[in-house]
T-cell receptor
């Protein structure tokens, strides 16, 4: 299994809602990532988990809260988002070393109303 | 800090034309280099990679060679197809002592292949 899966595929939420994005991989990878991608832009790193511990937080607002329940799962909890947070949220995984390739999921298209 | 520069396009070619997308990088040490492709409405797919100088990555007819002397990793394909239409991202991963780190991406090149 060489796949990273993400759910849901699409999500529409109001600014007062609480929702979660989910990501799963079964490749035995020990590093997992959240990226945010706006239209016609490259992905921007948000968070890195290495061996289930948060190792990088790129100064992301606290309305985004990551969680890594185990080595295969990665969640992104959303609360009180703003319309400018609308974007494609991509999850990726890698073996855990900096020079390894990262494998991306299909993304969750988030719209904040 | 690390950076990647690539031609942004759009690049429009006819089917069966030769493709080159230029990519140059700035990084300390010995980064790994990647090309990712993103089709409309989808995530990023790893197209090819190179982890050290003079390595050539290849996949699906695409090739790129890691040139340390010119800090470049240009993507080439001898004969493009309409199905190659997508956005192509050049990216690097620093060798930062072993820990996981995010990728540094170029701005992406939108490739359009006309029949």
């Amino acid at each position: 299994d060489t796949e990273v899966t993400q759910t849901p595929k699409h999500l529409v939420m109001g600014m007062t809602n609480k929702k979660s994005l989910k990501c799963e991989q079964h490749m035995g990878h020990r590093a997992m990532y959240w990226y945010k991608q706006k239209a016609k832009k490259p992905p921007e790193l948000m968070f890195v988990y290495s061996y289930e511990k948060l190792s990088i937080n790129e100064s992301v607002p606290s309305r985004f809260s990551p969680e890594c329940p185990n080595s295969s799962l990665l969640n992104l909890h959303l609360h009180a988002l703003q319309p400018e947070d609308s974007a494609l949220y991509l999850c990726a995984s890698s073996q855990g070393l900096a020079y390894n390739e990262q494998f991306f999921g299909p993304g969750t298209r988030l719209t904040v109303l | 800090g690390d950076s990647v520069t690539q031609m942004e396009g759009p690049v429009t070619l006819s089917e069966e034309a030769f493709l080159t997308i230029n990519c140059t990088y700035t990084a300390t040490g010995y980064p790994s280099l990647f090309w990712y492709v993103q089709y409309p409405g989808e995530g990023l797919q790893l197209l090819l990679k190179a982890t050290k100088a003079d390595d050539k990555g290849s996949n699906k007819g695409f090739e790129a060679t890691y040139r340390k002397e010119t800090t470049s990793f240009h993507l080439e394909k001898g004969s493009v197809q309409v199905s190659d239409s997508a956005v192509y991202f050049c990216a690097l991963s620093p060798y930062s002592g072993g820990g996981a780190d995010g990728l540094t991406f170029g701005k992406g090149t939108h490739l359009i292949i006309q029949p």
